[in-house]
């Protein structure tokens, strides 16, 4: 009997270390990119996501749509008003019924109080306006909180990212929880703690957002990869800034 | 007028070795890829750096098709005396943008 219970403790410990990863082990991408990448981030004058946020900043005081109206019209000084904005999200909106990121409520802020179009996926303005809002976070740590409201969408988050896909039939966590800082050809396997969207990806040679990494990593393992603003998509991205509460906002950030 | 980041400090000593960074937003686009349709995309790339101090040249470079997007270029001078460095990126397209910045020697 006692060698059943140690047994079942035992299976259950390993269950619990190859399932979540636990606070205190928590790292972000930044310590498994090399040390080039990470001067590279450190270092604002060498920082090429910094373009970004340069341009953002031009954006934000550009009055745009039919409404003639700029983003510092309403939201004023970025500096305060854009402050601790970006640990926020995703939230959940009422009007529509479902979260939206940081990148979803640029184009609703557009759409409703700019009278203008959206902004593509991935433009460089997009991305630019992003980095510069995640930007005024930086050093914040993220506040995402699951509700009553959000449930549904975390719990669906969740189950994407322990679900098997794609022709290798892999899911997220079974690189991203049971074997980060292990290597997948070249590459070290992080953790997958979304801290410095957009990020300044080398590979890219641009400004990239969340959900085009995990498009990437979709590809990777033979996936249809999600729609750029796709339900399944904001789902991973709450669940993944859920899964990285307390971590530091680093935006813009650099990796390979 | 395509974005830039420069980094030199603002005063330096006399004779003093210092350090200037300089970062510019371009595609660096190499002229072997191509587009959605099959078309190569033309190359576009800053084929040419060149830095004055108080209209002396201090440092200039040549950049191919292998240099990726948004070149950075870091180098050294020496810190003669106070005045104008001036940094200019031309492209394939003959425009040159030019940025200046002062500096203090002690």
């Known amino acids: ?256 | 007028m395509a974005r830039v980041l420069i980094n030199l400090p603002a005063e330096a000593k006399r004779g003093e070795i210092i350090e200037i960074k300089t970062l510019i937003a371009h595609p660096m686009e190499t002229g072997y890829r191509l587009g959605p349709t099959g078309v190569t995309i033309p190359r576009d790339i800053i084929n040419r750096f060149v830095c004055t101090y108080n209209g002396e040249e201090v440092f200039r470079a040549e950049l191919f098709p292998a240099i990726a997007a948004n070149p950075f270029i870091a180098f050294f001078t020496v810190a003669t005396e106070s005045g104008e460095i001036a940094f200019s990126w031309t492209d394939d397209h003959g425009e040159t943008q030019t940025e200046v910045r002062q500096i203090t020697v002690e």
């Not at chain 1, 079942?8 to 205190?24: D, K, R, S």
């Not at chain 1, 603003?229 to 950030?253: K, N, Q, S, W």
Request: include cysteine; hydrophobic fraction near 40%; charge should be negative.
């Open chain 1, 1 to 256: 009997m006692r060698v059943l219970v140690v047994a079942v403790i035992a299976a259950a410990t390993a269950a619990a270390a190859a399932g979540e990863i636990a606070p205190a082990d928590r790292r972000s991408g930044y310590d498994f990119a090399g040390p080039e990448t990470r001067a590279m981030q450190d270092d604002d004058t060498a920082n090429p996501g910094m373009l970004g946020v340069l341009q953002g900043e031009t954006l934000w005081t550009a009055k745009t749509g039919a409404a003639e109206r700029s983003c510092a019209d309403c939201h004023g000084d970025p500096r305060t008003s854009m402050t601790g904005v970006a640990v926020r999200y995703p939230v959940f909106e009422p009007r529509l019924a479902r979260p939206l990121d940081l990148e979803g409520r640029i184009n609703r802020c557009r759409t409703e109080h700019q009278d203008a179009e959206p902004l593509a996926a991935e433009s460089e303005d997009l991305l630019a306006l992003t980095a510069f809002v995640a930007y005024q976070s930086r050093g914040l740590p993220i506040v995402v909180q699951g509700n009553a409201e959000l449930q549904p969408f975390l719990d669906l988050g969740n189950e994407l990212f322990h679900r098997r896909q794609g022709q290798l039939n892999l899911s997220c966590s079974q690189c991203h929880d049971d074997n980060w800082g292990k290597r997948l050809a070249g590459a070290v396997i992080p953790q997958a703690h979304p801290t410095a969207y957009p990020v300044y990806r080398l590979e890219w040679q641009s400004l990239g957002s969340l959900q085009r990494r995990l498009r990437n990593c979709m590809i990777g393992v033979r996936a249809e990869p999600y729609e750029y603003g796709a339900p399944e998509a904001i789902a991973l991205e709450l669940y993944l800034m859920v899964r990285a509460r307390g971590m530091l906002i680093e935006t813009p950030g650099v990796r390979p």
